[in-house]
């Protein structure tokens, strides 16, 4: 299988959509942070690979993987969402390869794998990292590069 470890901030939303009116982001509701134009890029690299995702965003935190896969699939996610990284005092690097070795174990065999993250804490893993940035998230230009990574199907 191919897998994408999906970060949110950063990622499927950035400071321009946020605050792109010039305005504070008049809500905190979690459900409005995403941009629809992040999740059509994401759409591309899972349709066009196969991929599926794991959720490595801080936004796991307390939720369910249910819970991530309703909120992803609310905002028009098609992706497949199989599960999240483990929760620790480790870096975001450490938790994806915590899961990979899961995965794994598990008997899944990993043919590839993206990190779509605006942090640069990947360890051993940077290879695998597409990095965004806050100010812009899922680009054109990152939608190519998760793709020359996991292969199209
Ligand atoms: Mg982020």
Redesign the pocket.
Known sequence: MKLVFL?????LNSSGFLYGSGEPFSTTSADEKIDPEAVRRLNEITDRTGASIVVS??WRIGKRVADLRGLLHRHGVTGQVVGATPTGGRTRGDQIAESLEYQQRLGRVIESFVIL???RDMGPLTDALVK?T?ARGLQDEHVAQAIEILGEK
């Open positions: 970060d949110f901030d950063g990622v965003s801080a993250d605006d942090d965004t806050q």
